[in-house]
Each structure stands twice: as C-alpha cells, then as structure tokens.
C-alpha cells in the first residue's frame, strides 16, 4: 500500500493506471481486486492509509511539548518532512488531491477536505490553547492563524516540490514562526 | 482559448479530453487542429496564455503604488481575485500546474516553473527596493519573503478552493501584511 500511495501521490490519481500500480507493488490485477473492489476503491482505501499516516505523525510530533510556539515549530518540523518525501514522495498527499479532485464531488475529495479540516481544528487547538495561557496574545483569532499556519506550510511544499529546494519549507517556516513568536512576546508584555 | 483555459484548468491537462475542449469551445476537431498540432501544443498555448493574463495583471496591480507595502497590498488582491476566478476558475493554474506535472518533466512544467520564478523575482524586486529605501527592516532577506508571500498566498487558494471559501485568502493576507508592517514599522524606529 506504501508503494500504491507513492506512485498516486506522484503521478495523481486519475493518471495512475492499475498497470502503473501492478508494477510498482509486484502485484497481479487478481491479486489488486482480491482486495479492493475497483479502481475506485483502492484509490480511497489508499489515500485514507497515507491521511492516517500523516496523522499519527502530526499528533505525535507535538507529544511532550508544552507550550504553544514548541507545538508549532514540531507542526513545522513535521511539514519540512512531507516536503522530504513524507510519508510518501511527491509532496503534501492531502493538497496534491485537494487540487486534482476540485473539479467535482468525489470520495477522494471528501476525505481531502476532512484530513484538511482536521488540521485546522488541531492547529487552532494549539493556537486557543497559547491565547488562555497567554503566550499568544489574546487579540489573536484562533482558527485565522491555524489556517495561516497551514496555508504558509503547504504553499512552500508546492514551491519546494517545484523549484526542487525543500529548505524553501524551512525558510517560510522560520518567517512564519517569526510572525508568531512576535505575537507571543507583545502578549507577554 | 479562455474557455478551453478554464476547463483545462479545473480538470487538469491530461484529465481533460478533446471531447472536453471541443463541448466547451463549440469548435470542431478539425478546429482546433487547424490551430494546434496536437493536444500537448492546444495545452502549452494555453497555459502560456493563462500565464501572460496574470503576469499582466501582477505587473498592473502595482502601478502607481510607491511603497513596498502598498505594492505588497496589491497583489494580495490580486491573489484574493485568482481566488474567486481570476483568470480561470479553479485556482491558481501555476500551482495546479505545478502540482499535476510533478512526477515528469515536461513542457507545461517549465512553463509552470519559469512563471513561478518570474513572480518570485517580482516580489523579491518590491521586497528589496522596500529595504533600499528604508521600508523594510535591513535584515531582511528579500528572496525569503519573497517566497513566503506566494508560499503563504498560494497555500490559502488551495484552502479556499478545497473549503468553498474564498476570505481564507482575505485573512491569510492580512496576517502576512501585519507580519510584513510589523517589520516595517521596526525598520521606522
């Protein structure tokens, strides 16, 4: 399944034929429709495999760490990692669909906008959670951030994959975290 | 071309068919090869037509604007109109076009590349002539922000596209325009 999300990812999932994914997996037709019903149905089961991923690794990066700006930075972190081929290579899985699935309503498209979601309400939990403890200030807009957050993070895994320069993610993370943390210190002032 | 530009655009260049292109033109096969030799050329022209309107409409936005933020200001207009339709519907074509030929190099890659360097190469000029004169703080690294403006800019398209809601760009700008004046108003004392 590691191998179906790497070629999806790469090529997008309407141009990966079943061919493309039997010669990366080693697998027979037989062998891909033992398991999954359709074309379809490999493409969803695939991509909520590689969401999944993405998830554990985001809930995880954040373990440990108290404040809101440590929380952040391993958000960052992480994000430089998907633009080294985390968990798959090709750049962000969840924007990758996001843009090819935006022409009509699609499983696929539903599961984007889900993992998406998901994302916000996460970054806006951290950024809530810096606003009470006061070390963000408490003018900030908790979800205007969080999508900030995402926005930067996944427009320079697009400009990296592009210009093949994955520390362009680095520097937008370090302006961003810039913008952030000046925040945080007028808040403790 | 507009039209072709626009399904090309929300479907993706290899998912569109010539069925797409000819229902959405009214034009005949036989038309459109009168024009373009093949498919990969009615795709190139355009793309590159799609790139020549908003590079148009960047170089117009700042016209008659004196001051780096001011300059900075327009195109985050600029971008919250790619938002909600400008030139296409569907997105910002560069990144879209980035993110579906990312897997092979080919001629619509360059051309996706050559714009996106164009465009960072114009931010970076403002950015700069914003430290020359004093506007920007003289630390500042005027490719860095560069990109963080399209990084931060284009990320928001892909949140708005996917989430039906074109004010993420309205705010994402807003955040990056006080990081930018935060910068600017240290660069004043």
């Given at each position: 399944m590691d191998k179906a999300a790497a070629v999806f990812n790469l090529k997008g999932y309407h141009a990966t034929s079943l061919s493309d994914v039997m010669r990366v997996t080693g697998l027979e037709k037989g062998g891909i429709y033992n398991h999954f019903a359709s074309k379809e149905e490999l493409e969803t089961a695939t991509f909520a495999h590689v969401v999944r991923q993405m998830r554990t690794a985001l809930f995880e990066s954040v373990r440990g760490k108290r404040s809101a700006m440590e929380r952040l930075e391993a958000v960052c972190r992480l994000f430089a990692r998907i633009a080294r081929g985390f968990p798959v290579p090709g750049g962000c899985p969840v924007m990758n669909t996001a843009i090819e699935t935006d022409h009509a309503d699609s499983a696929l498209r539903s599961l984007a906008r889900e993992a998406m979601a998901d994302w916000r309400?996460?970054?806006?939990?951290?950024?809530?959670?810096?606003?009470?403890?006061?070390?963000?200030?408490?003018?900030?807009?908790a979800g205007e951030l969080g999508a900030l957050v995402i926005a930067t993070l996944e427009g320079a895994i697009m400009l990296a994959n592009l210009h093949d320069d994955p520390t362009i993610v680095d520097k937008a993370a370090s302006q961003l975290l810039s913008h952030l943390s000046t925040s945080a210190t007028a808040a403790a002032q």
């Open positions: 309400r996460f970054l806006e939990t951290i950024v809530r959670s810096g606003i009470e403890r006061g070390e963000l200030p408490g003018t900030s807009d």
